[in-house]
């Protein structure tokens, strides 16, 4: 299966739209970004998007506030005051008892929205300059329903600066206290390990969409037409899942446009968010994803979702039959060679294309606990319970 992936990614070549004897009729753009809580990121963000190549007047800005505690609608006001953007504050109401208000806050801003193309992030991604015109011109192009783009985590470098504040207040710290810079080390593992689990989902869900086949986008980075939204009746039938925003709208839209649902390989279209600072909001992630496959419409999707399952599982058990002497060391080698080989290839191929290259040394690391990840992750899923999202217990 993983050579397959590396074959059709590797088929296609990436694209950049970046072209200015390329004069496309884009269609105006409504960008979404929910938030709740997000003072610390909004900002940054909204700079992002003020530096866009793509002419203001082709784009608009909702930001959907879910009932904030601290200061992020102050912090947009106050942009909004100097800004040349055409940034709207989409302040939704208190209420009680509400499943998934990521959808409520996108269901409210499309409402509000006077563009063709939706594209929906989130308040702590960033993006770059060309992101908006790279995925206007690609849809002009090409014509698509849906455009997925690419989503990664931002990179934990062991030089970066507060690495070497660290480092130098170590120098002249007693040696007694050397946490600090073996907590910033582990640190970088954690979230650069991160950044390599994700690319793989990235990966095989691009890979699906390249040959007309998709089962998973990334709600951070995703443009669909208004239109079509409002035909495939957006999220109705979903609405009391905490999670499914981008996957459960795409399968709509596929179902009867198959050939229009298309992944963008452009680098310049890549969004970088945060990765998880907590094993208890990274659990609470995986948690939510792992358990959308049971809500899936789609029976290939569901299959592909349990044939991922039985083949990470599939690694514990050849490791535990050769410490029970039940296949021989030359099939037990063989086997991880055969896997762990192939998934290197697509791994390396996908870092790179996220601009995370100089992570390629720490895939096999990734491999051997990936396996075991998703078994208990695809273990766990299966217990109806609630998830924390925001601050907020959700079912």
Same mark, same amino acid.
């Given at each position: 299966?993983?050579?397959?992936?590396?074959?059709?990614?590797?088929?296609?070549? #990436?694209?950049?739209?970046? !072209? $200015?004897?390329?004069?496309?009729?884009?269609?105006?753009?409504?960008?979404? &970004?929910?938030?709740?809580?997000?003072?610390?990121?909004?900002?940054?963000?909204?700079?992002?998007?003020?530096?866009?190549?793509?002419?203001? /007047?082709?784009?608009?800005?909702?930001? *959907?506030?879910?009932?904030?505690?601290?200061?992020?609608?102050?912090?947009?006001?106050?942009?909004?005051?100097?800004?040349? %953007?055409? %940034?709207? &504050?989409?302040?939704?109401?208190?209420?009680?008892?509400?499943?998934?208000?990521?959808?409520?806050?996108?269901?409210?801003?499309? #409402?509000?929205?006077?563009?063709?193309?939706?594209?929906?992030?989130?308040?702590?991604?960033?993006?770059? /300059?060309?992101?908006?015109?790279?995925?206007?011109?690609?849809? @002009?192009?090409?014509? *698509?329903?849906?455009?997925?783009?690419?989503?990664?985590?931002?990179?934990?470098?062991?030089?970066?600066?507060?690495?070497?504040?660290? @480092?130098?207040?170590?120098?002249?710290?007693?040696?007694?206290?050397?946490?600090?810079?073996?907590?910033?080390?582990?640190?970088?593992?954690?979230?650069?390990?991160?950044?390599?689990?994700?690319?793989?989902?990235?990966?095989?869900?691009?890979?699906?969409?390249?040959?007309?086949?998709?089962?998973?986008?990334?709600? @951070?980075?995703?443009?669909?037409?208004?239109?079509?939204?409002?035909?495939?009746?957006?999220?109705?039938?979903?609405?009391?899942? @905490?999670?499914? !925003?981008?996957?459960?709208?795409?399968?709509?839209? *596929?179902?009867?446009?198959?050939?229009?649902?298309?992944?963008? #390989?452009?680098?310049?279209?890549?969004?970088?968010?945060?990765?998880?600072?907590?094993?208890?909001?990274?659990?609470?992630?995986?948690?939510?994803?792992?358990?959308?496959?049971?809500?899936?419409?789609?029976?290939?999707?569901?299959?592909?979702?349990?044939?991922?399952?039985?083949?990470?599982?599939?690694?514990?058990?050849?490791?535990?039959?050769?410490?029970?002497?039940?296949?021989?060391?030359?099939?037990?080698?063989?086997?991880?060679?055969? #896997?762990?080989?192939?998934?290197?290839?697509?791994?390396?191929?996908?870092?790179?294309?996220?601009?995370?290259?100089? %992570?390629?040394?720490?895939?096999?690391?990734?491999?051997?606990?990936?396996?075991?990840?998703?078994?208990?992750?695809?273990?766990?899923?299966?217990?109806?319970? /609630?998830?924390?999202?925001?601050?907020? $217990?959700? $079912?």
């Amino acid at each position: 299966m993983t050579t397959g992936l590396v074959i059709i990614w590797s088929k296609n070549r #990436k694209v950049s739209f970046i !072209d $200015k004897n390329f004069m496309a009729d884009t269609l105006v753009i409504s960008v979404i &970004i929910p938030v709740r809580n997000e003072a610390k990121n909004i900002l940054s963000l909204l700079q992002d998007l003020e530096k866009q190549t793509l002419a203001k /007047e082709k784009f608009e800005v909702i930001v *959907a506030d879910d009932d904030s505690t601290d200061d992020t609608v102050t912090i947009v006001r106050n942009f909004q005051q100097t800004t040349k %953007l055409n %940034l709207v &504050i989409n302040q939704l109401p208190p209420k009680t008892n509400n499943t998934s208000p990521k959808k409520r806050a996108i269901d409210s801003s499309i #409402k509000l929205a006077k563009g063709n193309l939706i594209t929906t992030t989130d308040g702590d991604c960033r993006v770059g /300059e060309y992101w908006l015109e790279t995925i206007a011109n690609f849809q @002009a192009q090409t014509g *698509a329903y849906l455009v997925s783009s690419a989503v990664t985590f931002n990179s934990a470098a062991f030089n970066n600066i507060a690495f070497e504040r660290k @480092a130098a207040r170590f120098a002249q710290a007693p040696l007694s206290k050397p946490y600090s810079i073996i907590r910033s080390i582990i640190h970088s593992i954690i979230n650069n390990t991160q950044i390599i689990e994700f690319s793989s989902l990235v990966g095989s869900g691009a890979c699906a969409m390249l040959v007309q086949k998709p089962n998973m986008c990334n709600g @951070a980075n995703l443009t669909y037409l208004k239109s079509v939204f409002h035909e495939v009746k957006g999220f109705t039938g979903n609405e009391d899942l @905490a999670s499914g !925003d981008d996957e459960f709208l795409m399968h709509k839209i *596929a179902a009867k446009y198959p050939d229009k649902v298309r992944f963008l #390989k452009s680098q310049d279209a890549i969004v970088e968010t945060e990765a998880h600072t907590s094993w208890r909001s990274f659990y609470n992630q995986r948690k939510r994803w792992a358990s959308k496959w049971r809500h899936y419409n789609n029976w290939q999707t569901t299959a592909l979702a349990v044939f991922v399952f039985l083949a990470n599982l599939l690694v514990p058990l050849t490791f535990v039959s050769w410490f029970a002497d039940f296949i021989s060391t030359e099939t037990f080698l063989m086997s991880l060679f055969l #896997k762990f080989s192939a998934e290197f290839i697509f791994l390396s191929l996908m870092v790179s294309f996220l601009r995370k290259k100089n %992570l390629i040394w720490l895939i096999p690391f990734v491999q051997l606990v990936y396996p075991l990840y998703v078994v208990f992750f695809g273990l766990v899923a299966q217990k109806q319970g /609630e998830y924390v999202w925001k601050g907020r $217990k959700l $079912k």
